[in-house]
């Protein structure tokens, strides 16, 4: 057997062990792990091989989870491959703790994860990095290809830290291999001392040769282009195999994975019988594992959403949304949630959970659900990602709607991948008052409601709140982001959680309207404030609440119709840029800039965002169409 | 003098040096940042002290650039302070090496930098933190607040690395001090250890207690809540202050500040003279130097502005940036530029530029003006914002256009500080081809269109890429994002540096036209082939660019009428998301969910974006509109 196929054998082992979970975060080398995974039987031919970054093929330019069989975690973007493994390793270790008995330990995996330097130089490594040193995840692998390239040429015009320094400094186990091309042994050896260390992380620094064996080897030109012709003739002869020959596998080689396959699948069968015994001994256990691993959610759980009458006091949405947790923590276990370092403010720890902490810090358990993050919600988004793909776990994660920015590359990844992950972003808006423009988001419901399959929820109350909540939970591959307010919010006077389930719906109806006003969160009681003060001046006024935009859009034709109905102008209230209104509007009211520092309602009478000023605008409005004339057509009508 | 006001003197010594420049990066501390400007003379008064977190104060709740007099960076959001000081030290390491003579050094600053535990977990802390080790930078310090506590509570509960160590890794030069509430002497010590390394940036670890003096002391109850008024009573007291008073500056401090502000007066003064004596002895360099600081342009840089004709060859627009930045580079010496180590992808460095790296690296000089960032997109948009704020540098950055995400927390602080920073962000669309969805922008544009002061860019051939630079570079308080393709793209009929300037115009004019066409980048000469394809078929079609909105916006009403008028159906047509088109376009046409894999063409025709399609779907469109009836008013006209 030729070296560079003992090589990859012996890292393919990787793969096999059971429940084992691995994300390869530099997913630019994902011809590497499609074709491992062919080799090992999984559900790609060799004519997905060939169809390599073709269109409709399974193997696209880089990896993705739910697209291509036995691709766990989504990658490429740098960095985000590495968090979810932590996220993965985290998720084991937790469910470990919940489901392992004395004597049967189903959930035993390891996780494995290769990095390269691209990787170890974005942050959101680093914070996942110093997490994982934090919660002494012993169970997770790291594989650092310490290859001195990247696409800039030698790391040494960039990247010249000490990273095993580094690593040490997170409280992580580091070794290293030396020639990480060619000592098998070395490598075997590394990966067991990893596995037999059970209080840290471990990383190995394979010392290794970029493109090697190729006339090029070394140089950043292997990094992104094919090889020539001539160099991978000499390389396949270097190798033992024909050089006339392309997408073939020796005999030899297709035997020796399929030993390999084989003991994956002979430890794959142990592992049901350990499973059955555990069925059989605690079925209760076995019972809600299985639930959750499968994606199931358990029976009744809706009937523990809170709900509330007109007549109930108004109450911030980021306490309605602790009020949400605090109801279905008991009864959903497979809730795991979290803060980047903001937890009084998101609200999002239930009372009396425990933290998930090593024992040995005296803080909480490896049973504990509240994962306290640090400051840092990329690493959060990634790692969420994590705790999503490895089954069982639906995370949550707070910090202010306006830091979720921070975590764009992971949130777009929770989308593209369907990991089902919400965010508690709380402050989500000038409401949050003193903090001030920094804080204060003004662009970022249309970054994420631009964004496809991402639910952006913005409840205005109690029973909007428990409706995003409820449809979160049931998008199974859907990633939600729920905007809470920092200040209180009246209830609603036709909200209820089924309209507002919906996306949209009527929250104050009349019959021949002189205008409909949409709106969203905290906006929707000033809104319902405006029509109040018009409808003492003879002007007849709708409001409609639109918390999410995405589920309104999935609503029949005709429900929709019936909510932003033609016949009167449509003016859109919010508390945010006007940017995207002019879908579900014909007038637009919002930021024309930035927010400002000072007490909440100050900030939002500068801002004309008061029941007084909204109805001068409104007014303003039905007199121009008045005078305009003509027909006025829903903006939801299209030819398109 | 108390002890309080003893520490308090020896850190604002920080502020007083010529052209230091400082960054408090934990930007929640500011109360402290604006009573030490007040102190030291700077435009605050009482007043404004008083008027703390108040609407349209001169100290918001978080400090502003541009805003507050003396405040050199916007902070609050975490590490991003940090990350704005390495820049700011680049800058100073850059300008000294171009302007210092032997004998006449006018650059010699010094950068300090106030950092918290929050910072240090973000990752655009620890990204910047690596380049800042690698690149040297001597004349950087950094003082970080070892208080132990964040908002959870005790970092022992989620960040409990050996930050030391780990800034050993780095390369920095790490000192500590024990006892950083008392012991003053420590601190200058360490400082002026700080100084006089100078290849290595420095950080200070200071022990401190939070609340220092407070019964709260040493909890997060004093993190981001006001003292109760008992305890601010044994606060005063204790310090020596009458515990009655509120507001009140005791002679003896105000004259010991006095006494900080007049050395700061003197050493400016020394520094104007040494200033002066270069200006007489090296007049032209002072000439330029005094043109940098002072933010104006060389004349008649813009003649130097690629020009093309619609008959000159088909070219992607990342290579037309390459030519207006190799144009531009000799007579603009302010431009200094980099990539998140895609340097070869994004086009970024002019032949025969010098790399930005220490002489001892073999690799370039300090005098270059090529920085390779790493992969660090996050900490590339905020080292820029140092950069742009240090004075006479216009930074610019490449990455892909979807990695630009990466690093949304700093665009946000570009626009909202008014730093002019330029992306040059590559690969603007799927067609980029193979790299697949991972890495194809959908949302992105969505998100920063809605931005405020900020520019999104999206030319759709040479001339319009002229005039993105041309705009971006006369925006001295705007920051700009150019999105650029990776394919080849045509010289249209009607594009001229003037009219794309105006952020949009029409390419293709007939008049009576039964349909307008808007579009940007790559897809616009699509329109225009489904414009030719329609009008065989006796379809009159314009075609609209639109490169930028926020320009677009910008100019007159009549002209924007004339552009997008009345009178006919208004399509627009963008290989992204459709959010947002509604504000110019009566009918969208663009991607309802994600990129695909493959060769571009084929992604392009996958996804309809075809001179063909577009035909098809713009007759669908004028026939909607025909058989709908009444009169196509622009999406323009509205009542607000």
Known sequence: ?????????????????????????????????????????YKLTMDDLKAFRQVDSRTPGHPEYHHTDGIEVTTGPLGQGFANAVGLAIAQTHMAAVYNKEDISPISNHTYVFLGDGCLMEGVASEAASLAGHLQLGSLIAIYDDNHISIDGDTACAFTENVEQRFLSYGWHVLHVDHGDTDLEAIHNAIEEGQKEKNKPTIIRLRTIIGYGSKQQGTHGVHGSPLKADDIEQLKTRFGFDPKQKYVVPDEVRNAYAAVAQRGAALEQEWEQLLGKYCQKYPNEHAELSRRIKGDLPEGWESKLPVYKPTDAAVASRKLSETVLTALTPVLPDLMGGSADLTGSNLTKVPKSVDFQPESTGLGS????????????????AIMNGLAAYGGIIPFGGTFLNFVSYAAGAVRLSALSGHQVIWVATHDSIGLGEDGPTHQPVETAAHFRATPNLHFWRPADGNETSAAYLVALKARTTPSIIALSRQNLPQLENSTIEHAAKGGYVVHEVEGEHLTIVSTGSEVGIAVEAAGILEKEGCKVRVVSLPCWRVFDAQPEEYKLSVLRSGAPILSVEAYATYGWERYSHEQFGLSAWGASGPYQKVYEKFGLTGKNIAVVGKKVVDFYKKKGGEIVSPLIKAL
């Open 366 to 381: 490896y049973k504990g659900i509240y994962i306290r993050y640090g400051v840092r919600e990329h690493g959060m988004g």
């Open 1 to 41: 057997m030729s070296s560079l196929v003992q090589t990859r054998a012996t890292l393919v082992l990787l793969w096999v062990w059971p429940l084992l979970h691995t994300s390869s975060s530099p997913g630019y080398s994902c011809a590497l792990q499609y074709i491992m995974l062919h080799l090992l039987g």
